[in-house]
């Protein structure tokens, strides 16, 4: 009898063991082969992160992978609850793409102090602690700032004053966007920013805002849209003036979706940078890298290009998003 009594205890000890176990580099979630991961997205603020989320959920569905998903309608604490919540629920792995760049070093160390490997998806954090994430996969917002200036400059005939819809306040590329654009017109002096201000990446943001820049400012060359639709807002704005967008007032944007294409297309755009959304594929890849206890790259930058109108004319037809 007791031989069997001991027996039945080492089978539970070694069942304990099996369920508490974790790989080096993954979480403490379940023991099964699948993966989940615990997703936390900025919100639904444009086309660009709506097609962003649809490459996340379908991307996980391919690779086999549990995705829990919330969304932070664009605020902080949301993203931050999100977290401990995954926290608290031992998924194996974390990503999130931050609403701002800073305050996330106390949910990221409570993340780290459980095992949980977290990477950072579309937007970095500005944390002096690179330990408290795997990696950054995502844009050169910076470069992506760049490329806007040079077609500014490269097009601008005299004195040229520009506004600016900026993206929202504190975040990652509204920050490097501006910080971009402004070192490359930098050379051309009679290129001026007049008025800068956030829309917030949204549509109607960059309509309010423009409206408020054609009422305040005497003279507007060039509206520069941190994205596609801040850009659109504010074609609607410039139309309900009396103006011709992408004639009176040139704009250049940035995203490249479908809706800121077709008014490429259309001549109203004269300009976008482009910055992919369809991040899916190599974030699951990464996630089964990191809870495996692989190295991973600290940054992982997207390739991306530019259009023209001509070239977004030719595009069109096989877009994704």
Known sequence: MLKKITTVASVVLLSALTACGSGSGGGTGSSSDTI??????????????????????EEAKAAGIDLKFSDAQ?????????IRSYIQQKVQVIAFSPVVETGWDTVLLEAKRANIPVILTDRAIDSDDTSLYKTFLGS????EGRKAGDWMVANA???TNVVELQGTTGAAPAIDRKKGFEEKIAAKPDIKIVASQTGDFTRSGG???MEAFLKSQ??????????DDMGLGAIEAIKAAGKVPGKDIKIITVD????GMTALANGEINYIVECNPLLGKQLMELAKKVVKGEEVPARVVTVEGTFTQEQAKAALPT???
């Open 256 to 259: 490249a979706v479908k809706d």
């Open 218 to 227: 005497p003279k507007i060359d060039v509206v520069y849209a941190h994205n």
């Open 36 to 57: 989940t991961m615990g997703f936390a997205q900025v919100g639904a603020e444009s086309g660009w992160r709506t097609a962003n989320t649809k490459s996340v959920q």
């Open 319 to 321: 877009r994704q998003y």
């Open 74 to 82: 664009q605020k902080q604490e949301n993203q931050i609850k999100a």
């Open 140 to 143: 050169d917002f910076v470069e």
């Open 157 to 159: 005939t005299g004195p």
């Open 207 to 209: 309509k309010q805002v």
